[in-house]
């Protein structure tokens, strides 16, 4: 039994058909089958049962799985520590991050990176939903919040940078409607609603939780208005397009912020929840090119550079301003 025999089983075990196993090994259904029944025979035990839809492990087929998992990652360990003998950097990276912030800001600081190290070889996957990193193959996630707390200790997390959402309106809006002075207003205003997906379904924010700077305390706000959404791109666009207020992360509008088309309502106020952090599968040793991602990306990140350097804001009410729902 070789390492593309255990590589082998472990695949036929994940994807509990021949037909996805091969393609996924890049053979041919008939190919794998030969490999499987040749193993089988020089084992003396069935691996499989095999129906016309589905491949199912027999309980010696999910022992010598389980320790083909244990063993490919010795594998992998062991040409890691080799690697990590050379000069540079070598080998594949693959990451999960949210689709927003892994396109505007991820995307371009992982092409740099490469760049720098052309050895290492990066696949980025793009989820709304954390993958489980070590079941599923990645080195790691960059995720707009921690580890959950009862698999904290299966992870090693990283914050890379400070991130809050804030309060922001186009100017259109809030040349119709009077600039809110206190939370409490925001419920005189049409506020745009994101209603985010959890593993209990999707949720919809219609609360605030805002955080006065320099107080730790937190204040809900019930908010409402008769525009939601699960894209957050879409709340984006109506609030662009003047239709009321929505509370966002400062990298994903930062341009606009900088640009004017929208602007900073009562600017002291924040929801501080999504900071930006490393999760990754616990290792007693990373590789070389793990650890030198994770701090390329905290300095890449360090400094916000989606933060403006003078946030426009909206000031008070002009005189002729008017509530309007």
Known sequence: ????????????????????????????????????????ASLGVRLFQRTTRKVTPTAEGESLALRAAELLRGFEALEDELRERQAEPAGPIRLAATFGFGR?????ALARFQQRHPAVSIDLQLTERLPDLSAEGFDGAVWLWQAPDQRAGEWVSRRLAPNRRVLVAAPSYLAVHAVPQTPDDLAMHHCLVVREHTDAGQ????????????DPGRRRVAVAGPLSSNSGELVR?????????????????????????????????????ADIHWLAPWRAQSPKRIRLL??????????????????????????????KR
Do not use: K, N, Y
């Open 203 to 214: 949720h919809r924010q219609d609360h605030w939780a805002l955080q006065r700077d320099g």
């Open 237 to 273: 666009d109506w609030c662009l397009a003047g239709q009321g207020i929505m509370l966002r992360s400062l990298w994903d509008i930062a341009p606009q912020l900088a640009s004017g088309e929208l602007v900073r309502v009562l600017p002291a106020w924040s929801h501080r929840d």
């Open 104 to 108: 505007r800001w991820l995307g371009p």
């Open 1 to 40: 039994m070789d390492r593309a025999d255990l590589q082998m089983v472990l695949t036929v075990s994940q994807q509990g058909s021949l037909a996805m196993a091969a393609q996924t090994l890049g053979l041919t259904p008939s190919a794998i089958t030969r490999r499987l029944a040749t193993l089988e």
């Open 294 to 323: 994770v701090a390329a990306l905290a300095a890449e990140f360090e400094g916000e550079p989606w933060r403006p350097a003078a946030p426009t804001s909206a000031g008070r009410a002009r005189p002729g301003s008017r509530q």
